[in-house]
T-cell receptor
Framework: EVQLVQSGTEVRKTGASVKISCKFS????????YHWVRQAPGRGLEWVGL????????KFAEKFQGRVTMTADTSTDTAYLGLSSLKSTDTAVYFC?????????????????WGQGTLVPVAS | YVLTQPPSVSVAPGKTARITCGGN??????VHWYQQKPGQAPVLVIY???DRPSGIPERFSGSNSGHTATLIISRVEAGDEADYYC???????????FGGGTKLTVL
């Protein structure tokens, strides 16, 4: 059974940085892309970006360009999200989620597995 | 690319709920639907317009044509009360896009 287990709540002040983790188990780590999706309190889902664990390549939503990093460690089957220059509007639950990777994958695949979410409150 | 959902839909138990998702030529894309209950991660309920993952009841179905995709929940139960999100991949930007979400209330 595939599981994604995320790190715990991270409280930050504005201007600080945060790094959260997503530990994968139950299948081959490199068979999936690792996405990050966030949800501000009372709001909808927002795609942040993805990392390819095979080569470390990333794609980010434009609004996060320049202050987001995503990495994947194949030795520990763990994906990471880093976000810098935090603002109060970055307060959200951050989810990791997977889509299938490999031959035939064209980007249209659904998010099939999700982590439990990591709360990042940013206070001024 | 923008996906538009109604903020809320209400339905009586045992009736059929229809939640729409609108987008330009959406019928040319594969639409996925997620159910999210309070405090939980989203769960995939329909993928590629009409396919159901294992474990999702047959009461959940979907369609997609023209500019509108629809999630259909038949014989609605109290446990179906949740937020529902549509999602597509935008090939122009290579980005994933979510609709704003629809809160389903079971009366």
């Amino acid at each position: 059974e595939v599981q994604l287990v995320q790190s715990g709540t991270e409280v930050r002040k504005t201007g600080a940085s945060v790094k959260i983790s997503c530990k994968f188990s139950g299948d081959s780590f490199t068979d999936y892309f690792y996405h990050w999706v966030r949800q501000a309190p009372g709001r909808g889902l927002e795609w942040v970006g993805l990392v390819d664990p095979e080569d470390g390549k990333t794609k980010f939503a434009e609004k996060f360009q320049g202050r987001v990093t995503m990495t994947a460690d194949t030795s520990t089957d763990t994906a990471y999200l880093g976000l810098s220059s935090l603002k109060s509007t970055d307060t959200a639950v951050y989810f990791c989620a997977t889509t299938l990777r490999g031959i035939g994958a064209d980007g249209t695949e659904p998010f099939d597995y999700w982590g439990q979410g990591t709360l990042v409150p940013v206070a001024s | 690319y923008v996906l538009t959902q109604p903020p809320s839909v209400s339905v009586a138990p045992g009736k059929t709920a229809r939640i729409t998702c609108g987008g330009n030529n959406l019928g040319n894309k594969g639409v996925h639907w997620y159910q999210q209950k309070p405090g939980q991660a989203p769960v995939l309920v329909i993928y590629y317009d009409r396919d159901r993952p294992s474990g999702i009841p047959e009461r959940f179905s979907g369609s997609n044509s023209g500019h509108t995709a629809t999630l259909i929940i038949s014989r609605v139960e109290a446990g179906d009360e949740a937020d529902y999100y549509c999602q597509v991949w935008d090939s122009t930007t290579n980005h994933q896009v979510f609709g704003g979400g629809t809160k389903l209330t079971v009366l």
